[in-house]
Structure formats: structure tokens, C-alpha cells
DNA sequence: ATCGATGTGGAGGCCATCTCCATTTTCGAC
DNA sequence: GTCGAAAATGGAGATGGCCTCCACATCGAT
């Protein structure tokens, strides 16, 4: 990330404003009902303000996508430190699939924005593909599943559940497709 | 599909010219650099009659649309008479792979417009859902694969690999994902 | 050939996005 | 503490794409 600069003070807390704003209108699900000049003054801004921090929309998903990456990232090293590699994959994608389910609009409103810019937001996914890799070859090279299959398929299936958001059984597919996944992940 | 009133003959021809210039369009990747409003007399019409024939981007998209999913039906059909039921649950898996291979550029442009209006094609997906399930619940009647996961999680796969268009090594990882899936699907 | 019904096209209104700069705030130097 | 340069602010207004509207053209039944 570029921290180039270390941003004044004043610069520091609008900057905060508005991106714990964009988090509550995300998970409200209420992001593509709002101008977005119309979002500045929600964070307490002028859109001049809003617009140099945040130059487009996707920008701003961008920085909030971030944060939720970063506690992705957490999660899975703490599960690769204190469970079996096969194990902590396996509660990782589980995990995956809860944290979803916990933020539905976010979720919905980052696939949204993905879709549109994916190159943007692909770019904020490396962390989170580096921590599934990490957990993928971990197992693998335990020998608790097939080395075969690149991790990226994984993440593929991932985008999946997180693109699909608004299918009626959501939840029960989702966990199925993990399923699926894991299961197909133990053939040798 | 409502086919409520008969149309006029130019009616017609202009409406086929339109989705025959969409077709072009998508395929080449272009639909979003151009203003809507200039795609118009690229079929050689004015923007009112674009406008009544198509309301929206989205719309223009699902009727694109439906003419990629007749066609996958009709293959889930074919393969469905002259295979057994698990082979063809295969087969049209990974035909369709190629499919979306074959046309990056729409897969493309539908997988965007998908997510940001989702009920809109969601609707036109049924036929291709249905088809999906047809093949799943063959094969599982048919004791070839599991009964317990839902056909729906297929479903969220293919999603996934449909969106995930612009990973650089989409074609293994995709073919991957098919091969999670379906060993998957064997287990008990 | 006539005429009512149906379809056409592009000029113009509307409104969200983004820019620009006069004013205000910060913070290091004295 | 206070001064001044640099940085940040915010909202008025320009820009440009989306969509509507209706005077005119085309169709096709009689």
C-alpha cells in the first residue's frame, strides 16, 4: 500500500470519517441508492474533500475492501498457527463463509463494485490469495490433500459464493459448494 | 418470453440490427467505452428507437443473453440423451468452459452487467439452472453422485468462474474448479 | 390509393459526476 | 505565542451522459 505520505491531522480524521461512513452505508446495503456527492456530507465533508480522498466510488470500496481483507488475512494465519494444515483450510473457508453471511450488504455491495472494476479490486485480493495459498500448500505438502489443483481454483469458487449474493439459498449453497471443494480437494 | 404483440416488419429488422450490433460490440469488449447513446447509430437507428427497443443497458444485455443460454440448454439437452447421466454432467461442465473460452469478451460483459442488476438476469438464468439441475439430479437418481448438495452450488461455481474473467491464468484455474467439483461430487 | 396505426430519430432537458479555487486550518520556526 | 507557508476544505458551477418527447415517416389493411 502506499503510505508515501504521512497526511496532516485534520486530513488524518476526514479521512477516517469517511471511510467508518462508507462502512455503515455498505452494510446497509444502501450504497447505489445514495449520490455520491450526497455521501460526503454523511461523513460530515464538503464532496471536494470526499473527492480527493476518494476520487470514484470504487476507490472507496476499495479502501473498506482492505480492512475486511486484512482481518481475513488474521484469521488465516492464526488458524495455520494453531491447527493441522488440512484442518485450519477446512475452518478457514467455513469461516469464509460465516463472515459473509455476517456482513450481507458489504458483501454485496463489494461484489457489486468488484464486478465492475475487478482489475481495482484484484489488486486488493492479493493478500487474501496469498493467505489461501499459503493454507492450500500447507495441506498439500502434508499430504492431507492433492497438490494438483491450483489454489486459484479456490479462489474462483470463492469469488462465486461472494458474486452469487442474492440467490435465494444462499447460505446452504454456499456451505455446499465448500463441500464440494474440500471433499474434491481429498481425492488423491 | 413475452412475445405479447406480433411487431412490424421494420420493427423487426431493427430490432435484430441492434442485437446483432450488441453481439459485435460485446464480443469485442467495447460496451462500456461507449456512451449508449452512441451505440445507437452503430446499428444503424436513432437513440428513440434503441431506447424503446431496449430501456436499458441491462436489457439489451439479457436479450444477448438469452440467445448464449438457448444455446447451452440445448446442449445440456443433447448431451442428456446420448450419454449416460453422469458423463453428460461432466461433459456439460466443462463444454461450457469452452463456451466462455471461446467468448471472453460477452462472458465478460455479462458477468458486469450480472452483478450490478443480478434480479434482472438472474430471471434468465433460470433456463440454464434448470437444465444444471436436470443434469445433477440424473446423475444422482442414477446412484453416479452424491444426492446431499444442492444443485444450486454448481451453479455458484460456474458464477464464479463466469466472473472471474480477467485472472491470468483463468483457463487452468477454471478447469480446476471443474475437476474440484465434480471428484467432489463422487463422495458418498 | 387512402388512411389509421405503428414505428422512427434526434434535439433538448435533466441530473449525477467531478473540478476549481477562495477561504480556512494546521504546524514548524522563531 | 504568533507568524507564515503549505496543506486541506467545501460548495458553486461546468461537464457530459442518459433518457424523453413528439413531429414526421413508414407500414399494411381495406
Known amino acids: 500500500m502506499t503510505t508515501g505520505k504521512p ?26 441508492d445514495l449520490r455520491f456527492d450526497d455521501f460526503a456530507p454523511l461523513a460530515g465533508v464538503g464532496t471536494g474533500t470526499l473527492y480527493r480522498h476518494f476520487p470514484t466510488r470504487e476507490a472507496l470500496a476499495e479502501a473498506v475492501y482492505h480492512g475486511e481483507v486484512a482481518a481475513l488475512c488474521d484469521r488465516a494465519h492464526q488458524l495455520q498457527g494453531t491447527l493441522p494444515p488440512a484442518e485450519a483450510l477446512a475452518a478457514f473457508l467455513r469461516d469464509m463463509v460465516d463472515h459473509i453471511a455476517a456482513h450481507q450488504g458489504l458483501a454485496r455491495t463489494l461484489a457489486t463494485l468488484m464486478a465492475d472494476r475487478s482489475s481495482a479490486l484484484a489488486e486488493g485480493s492479493q493478500a487474501l490469495e496469498q493467505a489461501v495459498t499459503g493454507l492450500v500448500t500447507a495441506a498439500a505438502r502434508d499430504g492431507a490433500i492433492r497438490d494438483d489443483v491450483d489454489p486459484g481454483a479456490i479462489m474462483m469458487a470463492l469469488h462465486g459464493i461472494g458474486a452469487a449474493h442474492d440467490r435465494p439459498h444462499w447460505r446452504t449453497e454456499a456451505d455446499d459448494v465448500i463441500t464440494l471443494v474440500l471433499d474434491g480437494l481429498r481425492q488423491a
Open 7 to 32: 497526511l496532516r491531522a485534520d486530513a488524518q480524521r476526514k479521512r477516517d470519517a469517511l471511510l467508518a461512513a462508507a462502512r455503515k452505508v455498505f452494510d446497509a446495503g444502501e450504497f447505489f
